[in-house]
């Protein structure tokens, strides 16, 4: 890009040149054209042919106009650098005085083409060992600090002009980018170009410009606002820059940026406002490229939405996506972690996350050398507080995950408004954990999670079946009667809670304690974290005041001292009614062994009262 910015400014020069040569040359159009190719070969070997018509004007400038010009590099088989048409204006007056003011340049049907630098090679540390990264890491810290010294040492940008142009027009422009080594070709088209009072002392500068990017989808872009540069310190001040990208999202998005970027070092402050359909967001953002972090940000949304990451591009999109394509099974994206520099303060109204809605979302992190340090995770959930802590750590082969927080009080009808079963539960759950897992894949990560978690609900209501029904059919059995009053749909528990341990890729649920008016559960239970499939076991221990549901529930002490057994297992996505059974033939075997202890016990006291008394008879009595 640079060797054809020089190839353009030679032009200008040359062109230039020939109009105050011109003056002596008698209007030679051939000799104008003869001295601007003289002028560009000698500076860069380059051919300049011009096919097409070339005129000149006096008034109100002096001024030059040409069409079909091309220029073409050595050793290439096509020109470089098209023009189809152009007109170079020069101010007269400052002529005669030895110095050279242009007026205006004009140019329409513009194609360069430019064979791209190769890049600097990127590292793939998908491969590396843990030493190796190490080492990788002490590498890049050490050249991005080289580099920094060396581009503070820089001089100033060389300019062969004093660059004063009143006005500058483009149109039509095409560049494109070859690519030598994956023999591909970018194309820009700069449809409109329009600036003026061009200079490097800081004055104002105007600019609209309009360019499209070419693909399945168009990417539009317009920037309209005002430019200072600054020649000696290469300091360009942005004001009010506004910026509409069309094309890469539903909605044109819309920035406005104020802010200033040394072009030596490599750094800008910018102040951002962004519009995306119903999101808005203000903020800063300083970039440095050869400091740490890299990117420091901070912004705050009232809307935070996965199209976002369309702006990133298509696979970041489709990452984003709720229900993208993914097995779990896939290497986690660590190398792509490691490139990433950053640190970020975000504050959001509302965030959305597939099915889940977050507000008043607070996120404090940093990102450097692959781990991703949340310091700072709070928000509204659900009616919920959450207040969590994380740490990922990808910085060797084996990623390592480290988290601690909690929900207080989420209310669970609306959390799984969009469950598979949204209408299983309602409530509010407290949950409070500690983890933490390793792994290469997001299943292993997932499988290796240990750690406490603890469970307390209030006011649970189990939908769709009722815990009593169900137990009070096993009791009327015990009665051998039938039951004849009507029994909610639903389950009202006084409370649930659970001391929750995660291994192996299961939360063992020991205990698990569940109450109701006339009944207590407790028991144990285990959840597949990637199946989500469950078993548990409870143990019931029924109240007196069963009977007050039906008075076919009546329980007498031989059930009292009975635990009626409880076996649940299914799905979280499948139907609770389905979930648990009563052991009725074990709660009859229970009954039959109590009755029979009952008996003995009476029959055994019986006797040992009759054997008492008899020995009482058998005593001599005193004299």
């Given at each position: ?245 069309t094309g890469a999202t539903a909605e ?152 601690s927080g909690g929900v207080q009080n ?111 559960l407790t028991g144990t239970g285990d ?97």
């Amino acid at each position: 890009m640079s060797r054809t910015l020089s190839i353009v400014a030679a032009v200008l020069v040359a062109a230039v040149l020939a109009i105050y040569l011109l003056l002596t040359q008698f209007l030679d159009k051939d000799k104008v054209i003869e001295l601007a190719a003289a002028a560009i070969k000698e500076q860069n070997g380059a051919t300049l042919t011009v096919d097409g018509d070339l005129s000149l004007s006096f008034f109100p400038v002096l001024g030059v106009a040409f069409s079909e010009a091309a220029i073409t590099l050595p050793d290439k088989k096509q020109p470089d650098l098209e023009i189809g048409e152009a007109r170079i204006g020069v101010r007269l007056a400052p002529l005669f005085s030895g110095s050279v003011e242009v007026d205006s340049i004009a140019v329409n049907q513009l194609t360069a083409r430019i064979e791209s630098a190769p890049e600097e090679d990127r590292v793939d540390t998908s491969g590396f060992t843990d030493a190796e990264l190490e080492a990788y890491y002490a590498q890049r810290r050490k050249a991005k600090q080289q580099a920094g010294e060396s581009a503070g040492a820089e001089a100033a940008l060389a300019v062969p002009l004093a660059l004063s142009v009143s006005s500058l027009q483009v149109k039509n422009a095409r560049i494109e980018s070859y690519d030598p080594v994956a023999k591909t070709t970018s194309i820009v088209e700069l449809l409109a170009l329009d600036a003026s009072d061009l200079n490097l002392d800081g004055k104002p500068i105007p600019i609209a410009l309009q360019l499209r990017i070419p693909g399945e989808q168009d990417i539009d872009v317009a920037v309209a606002g005002e430019l200072q540069v600054q020649q000696e310190t290469e300091q360009i001040d942005f004001r009010e820059l506004a910026v509409t990208v069309t094309g890469a999202t539903a909605e044109p998005l819309r920035v406005k940026a104020s802010g200033s970027a040394l072009l030596a070092r490599q750094t800008a402050d910018l102040n951002l406002s962004l519009k995306l359909a119903d999101m808005q967001g203000e903020g800063r953002v300083h970039y440095a490229s050869f400091e740490s972090p890299q990117i420091d940000a901070d912004l705050k949304l009232n809307v935070l939405d996965p199209v976002l990451f369309a702006l990133a591009g298509p696979e970041a999109a489709a990452a984003a996506e709720p229900g993208s394509a993914s097995t779990g099974d896939e290497p986690l994206p660590l190398d792509a972690l490691r490139t990433i520099d950053t640190r970020a303060r975000l504050q959001v109204s509302t965030a959305r996350f597939g099915e889940y809605e977050l507000t008043d979302l607070v996120a404090r992190l940093r990102a450097v050398e692959g781990v991703v340090t949340l310091s700072t995770l709070t928000a509204n959930i659900y009616n919920g507080k959450l207040d969590a802590r994380a740490v990922f750590n990808g910085r060797h082969n084996t990623a390592v995950l480290e988290t601690s927080g909690g929900v207080q009080n989420l209310d669970l009808a609306a959390a799984m408004a969009n469950a598979a079963s949204p209408d299983m539960l309602s409530g509010s759950a407290t949950v409070n954990w500690e983890l933490n897992g390793r792994g290469r894949t997001a299943n292993e990560l997932v499988e290796a999670l240990q750690g406490p978690i603890k469970l307390h609900t209030d006011n649970i209501v189990l939908h769709g079946t009722s815990v009593e029904h169900m137990l009070c059919r096993a009791v009327a059995l015990t009665n051998q009667e039938a039951l004849t009053a009507t029994f909610p749909a639903n389950t009202q528990f006084t409370e649930v809670s659970a001391d929750i341990q995660l291994k192996d890729g299961r939360a063992a649920l020991r205990p698990l304690r569940a109450n109701l008016e006339h009944l207590k559960l407790t028991g144990t239970g285990d959840l597949n974290l990637l199946a989500q499939d469950f078993s548990a076991t409870f143990k019931a221990k029924l109240s007196p005041t069963l009977e007050e549901l039906d008075k076919a529930c009546r329980v007498s002490k031989r059930l009292t001292a009975i635990d009626f057994p409880v076996n649940c297992k299914g799905s979280l996505a499948g139907e609770p009614v389905d979930w648990c059974k009563v052991d009725t033939e074990e709660i009859l075997r229970g009954a039959v062994v109590n009755e029979g202890r009952r008996k003995l016990e009476k029959e055994a006291g019986k006797l040992l009262n009759k054997f008492f008394n008899n020995q009482e008879a058998a005593e001599p009595k005193p004299n």
